[in-house]
């Protein structure tokens, strides 16, 4: 059985060192230590984490290799990011956001984990992203909370 691959933001990584979020943060990490699922981090994630606190920077670096896949963005999905930019599912000021939404779509992840409730596990804005992605070629994308996949 193929493992599902999760696309984790910053959020999640975050969580793990949180006061609110931290009980089903680590429950996933531990998931992906267990080789239950796969996470996919992308380049602007990392560096995101890059200017994070110690203690959050440790939480990726304490995960085994075989656990998780690094992409990269590019021109595909910047342009896919834009194009939801173009729709108004977010503003510019959430340009990174829509950019972790492009990069999952155009790696074919099985599903974005966040914590981000205004922007990215939000009805109105899954509905947005998914229709962009019907429009341009790509295939609906799930996008949830950690506490819906622990």
Request: glycine residues 4%; proline residues 3%; negative net charge.
């Amino acid at each position: 059985m193929r493992k599902q691959r999760i696309y984790i933001d910053t959020s999640v990584v975050g969580g793990c060192c949180d006061a609110v979020f931290p009980v089903e943060s680590l429950q996933l990490f531990d998931m992906a230590r267990r080789g239950i699922v796969i996470f996919v981090f992308s380049d602007i994630v990392l560096d995101e984490i890059n200017d994070a606190p110690r203690e959050v920077q440790a939480v990726i670096e304490s995960l085994p290799a075989n656990t998780y896949e690094i992409v990269e963005s590019s021109v595909e999905s910047e342009a896919l990011r834009d194009c939801y930019l173009e729709a108004n599912i977010l503003g510019s000021a959430s340009i990174n956001d829509a950019h972790h939404v492009a990069i999952a779509s155009v790696k074919r992840v099985d599903m974005i984990v966040s914590w981000n409730f205004k922007r990215l596990v939000h009805l109105d804005k899954i509905r947005g992203f998914n229709a962009v992605n019907l429009q341009q070629g790509y295939l609906m994308i799930e996008i949830r909370s950690p506490k819906e996949i622990v």
